[in-house]
């Protein structure tokens, strides 16, 4: 029988982050392609209570191991603590999610192994039981690459967050957790000493479902403040072209594109950016793109599913009346 | 104290590209450095210019560099002529180059590039190495993990600023994760990966430009150990353009019309 595919999950506080559980739900999708067993592996203080949500997003088994402060263990005593473990599991696949701690402990982990690693792929075939076919972007989402793996295993894969679905969340059974012994975090050279949380609850750009972005047309930095009301309403972040974040208005976290964070929310609305190549580029994988722009010849328009030609200091405000309005009714109804 | 920067040349990153055959078609965009490699570049030199990388190499019997100084160097892998990436470099102010050509025009796998890079880097003894978080051509983020991996050594990955800490030293670094950030203290040697800081790269002086004709670039010939077991079967151009829908009308009429079209084709809460 082939080895079981293996999807590494995230924690953060109390439970798994939501791309670790997209992993999750294509771990056991691949699994299932293959006739094998899908696994998840989670380190941090309370990795094994995690074991049912796991089961539920589609894990068979799970490995969980650690103590406090382990889920965030360096990435060199990450993979000194998971590789005995990999290694004597075999497996087939092995899935992360490209979240900043996903995608650094996939490539060390890959390196360790010896094997070649697809890194934010956002589509994936089992073409033949032998072969795995998957597509990333490449040059800042200009281009799209299919790559193949041959049969030298594991593959390993980190996915691209708010592409794929959630998983099954079906009521399996509750899997035994199989437990991993994880290196206390102070035994590493390199110490986290402090944790900065950013004020305004707020996803990560990556992550987002609903990214709203300001460019040059906001004109500074205070008029912001309209797009984190409408981000506010639609459940999403706030983002920045390079150009509003090169006159200082943004901060450097916030640029949407390359040199920035590239984005693949549901909904991405383009407030006053006129579309260069890096901006488009990363919103590419956006489903649905809507831009308010007074110039109707500006770029972002043909590359846009909806547009207004307006001036974003009047539609945007009206838009945030209009989203609050929606919600408040499908709060009642609820 | 030695730092190595990893630096690596990509096409121009506002051009657009279309694909022949399993290889873009650059046409005829200019060669830039890597813009994530720019900022490791500019953190390197800013971490010299602090005064504090002046200590000692903590590498036991190690190359590090004589006491009272620090040398920057600046290694990279490219099939394809470098000139540009390598002299924008030293005219920002590295001290000098180290370039690794490999036999064939083949396209390497990260974890070939990685690999090789740190069998270079073994040679001149870092106390750091800096490079960009990824590279915009292949979008990997894999070379800085692999090469710690393979030198043995910590990582600190999606580095915002960095400086030194003394005694010790260690590197203090400012590490983006999504919405917060991480600040972390690494013992040397380390390997450090870099975004987009508060500071920017700067813009060589023209006797910056002129003195860097000047600096010392050392060619060695490498190849890969290994043949790759990931390969590309088909690069496409995306398509670009969508349905535009173009909505008209007064600011509430429009935004009203705008959020009505987004909730028909998306459901942002699932």
């Known amino acids: 029988m082939k080895g079981p595919v293996l999807a590494v999950v995230e924690l953060q506080g109390a439970g798994p982050v939501r791309p670790s559980l997209e992993a999750l739900g294509q771990a056991a999708a691949l699994a299932r392609r293959l006739e094998t067993q899908a696994w ?5 203080p309370r990795a094994a209570s995690c074991a049912a949500l796991l089961g539920r997003y589609g894990a068979q088994r799970v490995m969980a191991g650690g103590v406090a402060g382990s889920e965030r263990l360096c990435a060199l005593l990450f993979t000194d603590a998971v590789e005995p473990s990999i290694r004597e599991l075999r497996p087939q696949a092995v899935l992360f999610a490209a979240t900043p701690w996903g995608s650094e402990r996939a490539a060390r982990l890959a390196a360790r192994l010896g094997v070649d690693l697809a890194g934010a792929i956002t589509s994936w075939r089992a073409t033949d039981p032998g072969t795995l076919r998957v597509s990333r972007s490449v040059y800042g989402g200009r281009l799209v690459e299919e790559l193949e793996f ?86 999403g972040a706030v983002g920045a072209s390079r150009a509003a974040v090169d006159a ?6 916030r640029q949407v594109g390359q040199t920035g964070t590239v984005v693949s929310p549901k909904l991405y609305v383009a407030c006053g950016i006129s579309g260069a190549m890096q901006h488009r580029a990363g919103i590419r994988d956006s489903r649905f793109i809507a831009a308010i722009n007074t110039d109707p010849e500006a770029p972002i328009f043909r590359f846009a599913d909806a547009g207004v030609v307006g001036d974003l200091f009047e539609v945007v405000p009206r838009l945030t009346e209009a989203a609050r309005g929606k919600r408040r009714e499908t709060l009642e109804k609820a | 104290m030695r730092i190595c920067v990893l630096l690596k040349q990509v096409p121009d990153t506002s051009a657009r590209l279309q694909a022949v055959g399993l290889e873009p078609l650059f046409g005829g965009c200019l060669p830039v450095v ?15 210019e602090s ?65 090789v890079l740190a069998e270079v880097l073994k040679t001149l003894g870092p106390d750091l190495v800096f490079c960009g978080e990824k590279a915009a051509d292949d979008e990997a983020a894999q070379v800085g993990p692999i ?28 590490c983006r994760r999504g919405n917060s950030f991480h600040e972390v203290s690494c013992g040397l040697p380390c390997v450090a990966t870099f975004l987009r800081g508060p500071a ?43 349905g535009r829908k173009m909505i008209r009308g007064g600011a509430r009429e429009a935004a009203q019309a705008l959020l009505d079209l987004i909730d028909r084709s998306v459901d942002c809460r699932a």
């Open chain 2, 200 to 242: 920017l790269p700067r813009y060589p002086s023209m006797a910056d430009i002129f003195s860097a004709k000047e600096k010392p670039v050392h060619r060695i010939p490498v190849s890969p150990a290994r043949v790759s077991a990931l390969r590309r079967v088909s690069l496409t151009a995306p398509p670009e353009e969508r």
């Open chain 2, 34 to 48: 890597n813009p994530y490699d720019e900022f490791a570049l500019e953190a390197a030199l800013r971490l010299r």
């Open chain 1, 248 to 253: 200082g208005w943004m901060p450097p976290e």
């Open chain 2, 51 to 115: 005064g504090a990388a002046v200590h000692p190499s903590p590498v036991p019997g190690g190359p590090g560099g004589p006491e009272g100084s620090c040398e920057i160097v600046l290694v990279t892998l490219c099939a394809a002529p470098v000139e540009e990436a390598v002299f924008h470099g030293l005219a920002m102010g590295a001290d000098r180059a180290v370039v690794a050509e490999p036999s064939s025009g083949a396209r390497w796998t990260p974890l070939e590039t990685g690999r």
């Open chain 2, 147 to 174: 090469v710690a991996e393979a030198l043995g050594v910590a990582q600190v990955c999606g580095v915002e600023s960095a400086a030194l800490e003394l005694p010790g030293p260690a590197l203090r670094a400012r």
């Open chain 1, 150 to 235: 041959t049969d030298r295993v594991p593959w390993m894969l980190t996915l691209r967050p708010n592409i794929f679905p959630l998983g099954p969340a079906a009521s399996g059974r509750i899997p035994e957790p199989v437990p991993l012994e994880v290196p206390p975090p102070g035994s590493s050279c390199c110490r986290l000493l402090e944790v900065i949380v950013s004020s305004r609850a707020e996803p990560p750009l990556a992550e987002a479902a609903v990214v709203v972005s300001g460019g040059r047309g906001m004109g500074g930095s205070k008029p912001f403040s309209i797009l984190r009301d409408l981000a506010e309403a639609l459940g």
């Open chain 1, 40 to 44: 998840a592996l989670a380190v941090g």
